[in-house]
């Protein structure tokens, strides 16, 4: 299993995003596919009333299977 990777993408008001949940979600989602060409989930991080928005990477750990070789 491999490690997670957060991209912050943009940042809403906390009393905003609670009012407007899923317009908010529906247009960070979009901007995701438009910009980032992303189609995973989005995570969202409350801190000091703003809600972060960032977009999920798994980054996978294939170390065992590279060759030594095809750096010569």
Known sequence: MGEQR???IGEVKATLFKKQFD???DFWKQKAIDDYAYRGELKFIKEHNKIFIYLIFEIEDNLE???PNDFE
Do not use: A, G, N
Request: hydrophobic fraction near 35%; avoid cysteine.
């Open 23 to 25: 317009e908010i979600y």
């Open 6 to 8: 957060l991209r912050k």
């Open 65 to 67: 299977q590279i060759d």
